[in-house]
Structure formats: C-alpha cells, structure tokens
C-alpha cells in the first residue's frame, strides 16, 4: 500500500476544475441550460453624471419588440438600496437624482437578450443637471466625503519632521484600475414556489446577494438561496457589484414569476461598475543624515465614487499600508474617502493597501535622492526590526518579520549590486535606450480588518460507501480556493483527493458568510473544513474503539485505511460499519480567527493576525526617445508559509504581480470631461498581453518559512500581497529616467507609467537637472 | 428573414435556419448548446471565443453565423477524441495553464492552431501569437509553457 495519500497538503495538485476547463465542459453561470420561459433582462442607464430625473418616460420601452416587463424604482416591493454596509446610499434604481454616468434608473425583460438591450435605448428621460464632482481635484476643493475621514497618529510627528535634519514634501497621484475579470457579470433568477427565489449568481459574496435580493423584495432572507459554482475571475469586483445585477434579475423574475438572466456587455460592465479607487496623497517626512525616517505626516485622498460602498474598509486598510516595511517612529496619517459623481469604487486585490505602499515607497525614493543614496540602502535602514522597532503606527507589535532576510536572499540570488553596477556602465555607454532596476518589499496585513468577517463555515458529510461531500462559504474565481480545502479535508481523514467531492458554494448549506476576499479564504474556510472533518473523525474514532474495546489511541487513520488495533480497515468500511451503528456521518465546523482586535476611536488594537511578506528585483528599459519600455527580468522570493499547494501559490504570484504591472504600467482609465468613461472597452484599456511579460521572470517561494501563527498547515495567505510586487517595476522605470538626470533628481514617476508618462518625466528630469 | 445554413460542427453536418444578423457565438451557445466557447469581450478582442474554421482560429464573435454557411468547425467541445483529450488539452492540465478558466478554451483552440502553423514554436513565437488571447487571471506563464509542450506532443504524433 502507498504511504501517502495522493492529493494531500502541500501537493502541487492540478485544480480541480482542470479537466472540465480544458475540455470545454465547466459550467459558467451563462452556461447553463436556460430554464424554458427565460427572460432576458437589460438595464437603463443615466447619461448624466448628476441630475434631477425630472421625468422617466418608459411608454416606448414598454411597447419595444419582445418586452415582457419593465421596472423601475416603484416597482420595488422591500427597500430600493443595495448598499453593502447598510449606508443606504446605493440604490438599486435611482429615483429623485442620478450620481453617475451609468447609474440604473429602469430594467426591462423581453424574449430576447438582444430585444432586451434594443429596448432599453426608446427610454425618454429628462434631466435637469446639477453640479457634479468629476475627479479628485474636484472633489478634495469640495471634501464631500461618503465616509467620516480617519486618523491614525503614533508619537508627534510634527516636531519630530521639524526637528530632523532633512525634510521633505511631495505629492504622488495613483491611477485606478478596472478588474476585467473575463467572464463579465451574470446572474440568473429562478422564483419558486411562494416566495422562494433561487439565483445563480457569478459573486464573491453569496450572502451578501442573499440579503440584498431579500431586502429589495421584502423577504426573509430564508427565502432566498444563491449559488455559486464557480467565477470567471473576479479580484474584488464581484463582491458587491454583482448586487445591481442579481436584484435586478430577482425583482423581474418576481414580477413576471418567470426565471430572469442578465448578463451586461463589457462595454457597459464597465461602465456601471466600480473600480479601484484612484489616490491622491501628499506626504512629508522628516530623516536624519542616514536616512532613518524620524516621522511622516500622510494624507490620503481617495476617490469613491458615488456612495460608502466598502470605501471605509478600504481607506482603513490603506491607512494600515502606509508603513509597508519600515519602522516609523512618528505618524500621523490621515484618510479623505472622498465623494465623486462617478461609478462607487470598490474592493479590488489589496483593497487600498497597493496604492497606500506606493506612497511609502515613493518617500523612500525621495529620501534616496535627497541623500544621494542606492535606495536598497535606504529601504534596508528603515525596515522593522525583530525585538525593537517594530511597533506599527496603529500600535500592533509586528511578530513575524521576515523581510530583512527575504532582502538579503533575494539580493543575493538576484545580483542586485552587480547588475546595478552592470546598468550604470550600460547606461553610461546607451545614449537612448536607458536601463533601471528597482528592489521593493512587500508586507501585507492579513485578515479583515472588520473583526466580524472573519469567521467561516464548512458542512461536511461523509456517504457510506466512504465518498467524501464538502461544502463551505467560499467562493471559487480562480484561485484554487475549493482545490486548497479539499486537500485539507483528504488530508484530514487520510484519502485521496479524489474521494472528495467539491460542491456548489450556496446560502442554503452554509449560512452567513462571508466574502471571499481580504486573501483569507484558505484560512478561514481550511480552518472550518478541518473542523467539520474532524468532528466526524473524532466519532468515527469513538466508535472503533467501543466497537473493538481498544483506547482511542489504538485507532490510527493511514493512508486510505483505519488501523484499529492490529487489524486494518479500508476506509470505507470503517464508515459503513459506523453508519450501521448509527453514527452521524455529517457534521458542520466553524473557525473564527483568534487574537484580532482594533479599537477605531484610539486607532489601535491588532487588526491582523499575522502579515505575508514578498520582495522582487525587476529591471527595465526605457526608450527616452518614444517612452515606450520593456520589463527584461524580474526576481521574486515570496513568502507562502508552508504552501499548502505551491502550484496554485505560484499561480498566484505571477498572476498578482503580472495584475499589478498592468495597474502600475498599460491600465489608464480616462474619463471625458462630461463624467463618462472613455476606456470602455480592451480596445481603449490595456491589460497585460502575453508578450508583456517579462522576457526573464524567476519566482521562488520563500523555504522554510512556517507560518508563526497557527494556520491552517502552517499556510500564508497569498491572494493579494503579490500584486504589490509590481511596485519594483515602477521604481525600475523610475531608475531608468533617473539616470538621465545623473540619478540627482527624484523623478515623481507617477502610475500609470504610461509611454506618454515616462516621456514626459524623462524631459521633467532632464530639465531640471540641466537647471541644478 | 431567416435564412438557411448548412455547415460541420465537430463532425457533424448541421443543417439551420438563422437570422442574418446571428453572431457565430450565439449560434454555437445558444442553438447548439456549445457553451465552451466563451462570450469575454463582445468585441473581437479577448480570444475567449476562438473557435477554429476551416482550420483557421478565428473569433466567433466578430463573424455572422451566415458566413459560416458551408464552413468546417470546431469548438473546444470537439477537440478531443471520444474520451481521449487531445495533447493541448492535456498539456493545459498539467502545466496548470489555467486559473478561472474562463479564457481556457479560447486559448486552447489558439495553441492548436499555433501548433498547426508553427510545428514546434519557441516561447517567443507562442507570445507573439498569443496577442489576441487575453487572460486576467495568470502571467501568461504556465499558458505558454503548456502550448510549447502541446505543440511538442502533436508533432511527435503525426
Ligand atoms: S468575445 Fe470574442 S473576442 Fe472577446
Ligand atoms: S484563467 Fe481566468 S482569464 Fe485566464
């Protein structure tokens, strides 16, 4: 007999989906076998940014070919509001006002998607405008905020900066981005009996649905089961996006008691939904002669969009990314989420945290060039330390710290000094093409920072031929979330992985969960699937050893086996022998994340578990003619813990970080001046294609590296923290416009880097090093 | 004015009344219930819908099924032979080449046909032809190095 199970933890298992994906056979919500009488649903939308709604004719909507249905807001039965944290400030239509270029005032069924989509366009609306607040220029002269701004402060920063013998100021602006998960928004309603209402709904957040689906139609939340098999990606944009799709479908579907899809073209996906909040952020430090930071003064600008939305979790986690890696004696930070009349900005992979470590990067740049320093160097004095220096500015002690070492490997194995050295002669000898390299850290606070979300359920049952059935809260978009807890669950009882059958995430099953999201799926949702498997494992146990008069300890689960005493049972029939003694063979488990806590008011507490660490080198060039550039290699060492499958780890980081160079580099959302989106479509926005990718790109998993804290199989979390590897490619083209100006001035390369921006910032550093 | 096709989808003859203005996705999702190729884009830019005519990777959202009239096709549903997947199929599974899967079929139709016209590209081939195939959700990585392996296993057969 094999001695190990084939699938367990720490496998580079395949995804469990693999099969069904390579052969055309995974079912994707639009996927389906449509139901019979389907109606197809579309959404009507405000061509103004913000306006009164003086009147909404839908006479010719209504008479359209096809239409079966058309609602608007007076159609809503329960509360017209979508909004997640209960600001009551989205509504599912609008009514009185509209606040953004996209915003739903009307739905329409018909027969047809395409009648559906044609009819939406007879609507006849009259505005009358009203002042709107366009970008984040506009509305910081307007501080109009959607949630009440936040502060965190340590020491007193203000007399440590005027004290220190160098300061500095500077502003930095962070470009939003759009998820462009490939499968676009979709959800399906099928009403049942009474007031039942089934939706298949592609959402990181089931629950979530189910509560919004109830509220809008006045329902118990008991009445209402989403499901959710699987995501064609999502990075935070199905979270609570998904929400104005699935009420949508729910409330026709309702009305017209007939199963109701939508599914919105990408060009007007992308314009109704939210994206990742574009920053604004000024800064001043104050350091001395080595360049140690003695205090900063941060302030942060975000633009929100037109409602709450999760913006105060987001503006809170940014706050708490502000320090990335390095100690801060004095801090005073404070957060604007502030008002704009566009889409609601949303969760998005790193949730604030990418663009607040961009503004603590950028001042260790500054310092770098005010004193004339590699900033490696710079980076490296300022890191937390072990025993001292390793107060947070929100007053969490930092207990896990590994970034000094993951430095020096990477440096090391990356050649950092030598091929700096290397690229100074390159460039010295290149009069257009210009070289840089960059080294950046990452830390990444894991956990939400909204204490009750952390917790999770997982439902268990095991079938009396030994087949194994899991169900839990999260949800799959890609990452190999379901493919994680079922090694942990085989692993567990000690059978293969394919014994387990991986199941539908829906409301029904598990309640009240949460979002799959803040990277922490495989930690919560591993935690609970252990603990239901063990719970079963613990009766299994009880009862071998009544049945065969031994102690508990005498009875040992092996690979595919029992050992139970001296003799052995497969797996299967140990079950079976069990049920027959009438053994409950099902159970639920439940985690809830230990030793967490943040008191708002004093902005302290410890709001993360543990925190997930990565650096990479990246290294590009620069065309200082056209601005156009390339990425020629990048070196990751990231850390994983102990990986509880390093196929999908790996997956992750790439992916994140290749997510994070579009963000950083190609994305640039545009907006016209009347408020609309410009970049609707791939056509305008550019993510990352193929041939972007980094001609030479090597990642390595940080070895030996056991979580410290007690997760499940000693894992990490590592769905978001590598996108803010990214970052290295940024401070990489960054060097590379540096070095026209003799690396003397700071080149404030603000992202998107787009060719037309380095251009520009080749000539900014050109000229003013040519005036020095 | 419907009007009336007939054509091959993966071995069979299909014979159809469609509307003129019909994209080929629709047609294969909706009237064949070929629901492996992917909708991503709606724009001729994502690759989520690559299917392949007459041998050639073409994307089923920018052609009206009219003019497939007469056309040989295969979806990523016909690609496999009975039980037996076909070795870019399996070169996807076990390089990992996926994540979400939603862009999977597409790019696997696309390496087919890269295999079929390069024999055995190098890394730098696949990238280049790849352009038109958008993935959101890994590096790319795993997708080229899967095509590379695929290409290598279809030349070894034939
Ligand atoms: S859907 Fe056809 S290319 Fe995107
Ligand atoms: S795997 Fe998700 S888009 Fe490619």
Known sequence: ?772 | MAVQISLQINGRTVEAEVQPNLLLVDFLRQEQRLTGTHVGCDTAQCGACTIHLDGRAVKSCAILTVQADGARITTIEGLASGAELHPMQRAFHRHHGLQCGFCTPGMVMAGVSIAENHGTPDPAVIRAELEGNLCRCTGYHNIVKAIAAGAREMAGRS
């Open chain 1, 1 to 772: 007999m094999p001695d190990q199970i084939k699938g367990g933890v720490h496998q580079a298992v395949v995804h469990d989906s693999a099969a069904v994906h390579v052969s055309g056979q995974a079912v994707f919500v639009d996927d389906m076998a449509e139901p019979r009488d389907l109606l197809h649903a579309y959404i009507g939308v405000s061509e103004r940014p913000h306006a009164k709604i003086r009147q909404l004719d839908l006479a010719a909507v209504g008479a359209a070919e096809g239409v079966c249905c058309v609602v608007s807001a007076g159609d809503i039965a329960g509360q017209n509001d979508i909004s997640p944290t209960h600001t009551m400030d989205e509504p599912v239509f609008a009514e009185a006002a509209t606040e953004f270029i996209g915003q739903p005032l009307f739905a329409v069924a018909a027969q047809t998607r395409d009648q559906a989509r044609r009819a939406v366009r007879l609507a006849a609306v009259e505005y009358s405008d009203l002042p709107a607040v366009l970008d984040l220029e506009a509305a910081l002269a307007d501080e109009t905020l959607v949630v009440p701004a936040m502060e965190l402060k340590r020491g007193d920063a203000d007399a440590e900066i005027a004290a220190a013998a160098h300061s500095l100021k500077g502003k930095i602006r962070i470009g939003g981005q759009e998820h462009f998960y490939l499968e676009g928004q979709v959800s399906m309603a099928v009403p049942g009996e009474g007031d039942e209402m089934t939706l298949y709904c592609s959402t990181q957040h089931p629950t979530e649905i189910q509560q919004s689906v109830a509220r809008v139609l006045g329902l118990a939340a008991n009445a209402v089961n989403v499901r959710t098999r699987r995501l064609g990606g999502a990075f935070g944009g199905k979270e609570t996006q998904a929400a104005m799709f699935a009420t949508v479908a729910a409330l026709i579907a309702r009305k017209t008691g007939r199963p109701v899809k939508i599914r919105p073209d990408r060009d007007d996906d992308m314009v109704m939904t939210g994206k990742r909040h574009d920053f604004m952020a000024e800064y001043e430090v104050g350091f001395d002669d080595d360049g140690h930071i003695l205090g900063v003064r941060y302030r942060l600008a975000s633009n929100c969009g037109y409602s709450a939305d999760l913006s105060e979790a987001i503006n809170r986690r940014a706050l708490f990314h502000l320090d990335n890696c390095y100690y801060l004696p004095s801090a005073a930070m404070k957060g604007l989420p502030l008002k704009t009349n566009r889409p609601s900005n949303t969760a998005f992979r790193g949730f604030g945290g990418p663009q607040a470590m961009l503004v603590a990067e950028r001042v260790i740049d500054e310092i770098a060039f005010a004193l004339g320093q590699d900033p490696l160097e710079i980076r490296r004095r300022n890191f937390y330390g072990s025993s001292e220096r390793n107060i947070t500015p929100y007053h969490q002690t930092i207990e896990d710290n590994v970034i000094p070492e993951i430095v020096s490997e990477l440096a090391e194995s990356a050649d950092y000094v030598g091929r700096r050295a290397e690229i100074a002669r390159y460039n010295s000898d290149s009069p257009w093409l210009k070289k840089g390299i960059a080294l950046t850290p990452v830390k990444f606070g894991i956990a939400f920072t909204t204490k009750y979300l952390n917790q999770a359920g997982a439902l268990v049952h095991v079938y009396t031929d030994g087949s194994i059935h899991l169900n839990h809260g999260g949800t799959e978009m890609g990452q190999g979330l379901m493919t994680k807890v079922a090694q942990v669950v085989a692993e567990e009882f000690q059978v293969d992985l394919d014994h387990v059958k991986i199941t539908a995430t829906s409301t029904d099953k598990v309640p009240n969960t949460s979002a799959t999201a803040a990277s922490s799926s495989s930690d919560l949702n591993g935690m609970a699937a252990r603990q239901a498997a063990q719970t079963i494992k613990a009766r299994l146990i009880d009862f071998a050893a009544k049945q065969y008069e031994l102690p508990p300890d005498q009875i040992e689960f092996l690979p595919n086996r029992v050992r139970v005493g001296n003799q052995e049972f497969p797996f299967p029939d140990l079950v079976h022998q069990a049920y027959m003694a009438r053994v409950s063979l099902s159970a639920t488990g439940f985690y809830k994340t230990p030793k967490i806590h943040f008191d708002r008011q004093t902005g302290r507490g410890r709001p993360f578990y543990y925190f997930a660490y990565g650096a990479a080198v990246s290294e590009a060039t620069i065309d200082t003619l056209t601005g156009e550039y390339r990425i020629d290699r990048v070196d990751i060492l990231h850390d994983v813990g102990r990986s509880l499958n390093p196929a999908i780890d790996l997956g992750q980081i790439e992916g994140g970080f290749i997510q994070g160079v579009g963000w950083l580099t190609s994305e640039e959302l545009v907006w016209g001046e009347a408020g609309e989106l410009l970049t609707h479509a791939p056509s305008t926005y550019k993510i990352p294609v193929c041939s972007d990718r980094p001609r030479d790109f090597r990642m390595k998993l940080l070895e030996g590296a056991a979580n410290r804290e007690n997760t499940i199989y000693a894992s990490k979390a590592v769905g978001e923290p590598p996108l803010m590897l990214a970052i290295s490619v940024l401070h990489a083209l960054s060097d590379a416009v540096a070095s026209v100006g003799g690396h003397r001035v700071c080149p404030r390369l603000d992202p998107p880097a787009t060719p037309e921006c380095i251009l520009a910032a080749v000539e900014r550093v050109r000229s003013a090093a040519g005036h020095d």
